[in-house]
T-cell receptor
Framework: DTEVTQTPKHLVMGMTNKKSLKCEQH?????MYWYKQKAKKPPELMFV???????INESVPSRFSPECPNSSLLNLHLHALQPEDSALYLC???????????FGQGTRLTVV | GESVGLHLPTLSVQEGDNSIINCAYS??????FIWYKQESGKGPQFIID?????DKRQGQRVTVLLNKTVKHLSLQIAATQPGDSAVYFC??????????FGTGTRLKVLA
């Protein structure tokens, strides 16, 4: 099983809303990632959790807040987003650094 | 219309032919590389990987070649099929959790 599950698949939110994206994996992977992908562009790294601790924050604005409740779950809390934050948000996981990283199907986020 | 800079490089191949997708990576210290396939509206799908102590690795219908001298990676797909149509990304990392993606290539398979 190499499945990373993301919910919801689609999300439309207003600029004053608070919402959360969820990600789950049951492969026993110790690293989990959030990437942002705009149309016709490669995924861009946002955050990395390794062993349930935030290890990388790629200077992401504070309106994006990650959370790792346990080794299988990863959340991305959204608040006061801008229309330019509309994108495909991808979660990934890997056993460790420099190992196979598997992606979920993404959440298509639209900020209105 | 589309803006300049938003066009992905595109490779068009006839069904049944072999495809070669190229990637120039940026960091000479990178030691692990992955090829991903991304279909429209979906997340990247792992295809094959290679470590820097290897020059070549083969999977089912796919081969990855690594040339560290010129920092070049290629993905060869044998007997290309319509289902291979997608955007292909290479990704590199150097022993960290930072997987850096290349710009991507769109593969179009012509019937």
């Amino acid at each position: 099983d190499t499945e990373v599950t993301q919910t919801p698949k689609h999300l439309v939110m207003g600029m004053t809303n608070k919402k959360s994206l969820k990600c789950e994996q049951h492969m026993g992977h110790r690293a989990m990632y959030w990437y942002k992908q705009k149309a016709k562009k490669p995924p861009e790294l946002m955050f990395v959790y390794s062993y349930e601790k935030l290890s990388i924050n790629e200077s992401v604005p504070s309106r994006f807040s990650p959370e790792c409740p346990n080794s299988s779950l990863l959340n991305l809390h959204l608040h006061a987003l801008q229309p330019e934050d509309s994108a495909l948000y991808l979660c990934a996981s890997s056993q460790d650094a420099g190992t196979e990283a598997f992606f979920g199907q993404g959440t298509r986020l639209t900020v209105v | 219309g589309e803006s300049v800079g938003l066009h992905l490089p595109t490779l068009s191949v006839q069904e049944g032919d072999n495809s070669i997708i190229n990637c120039a990576y940026s960091n000479s210290a990178s030691d692990y590389f992955i090829w991903y396939k991304q279909e429209s509206g979906k997340g990247p799908q792992f295809i094959i990987d290679i470590r820097s102590n290897m020059d070549k690795r083969q999977g089912q219908r796919v081969t990855v070649l690594l040339n560290k001298t010129v920092k070049h990676l290629s993905l060869q797909i044998a007997a290309t099929q319509p289902g291979d149509s997608a955007v292909y990304f290479c990704a590199e990392t150097f022993g960290t959790y930072k997987y850096i993606f290349g710009t991507g290539t769109r593969l179009k398979v012509l019937a």
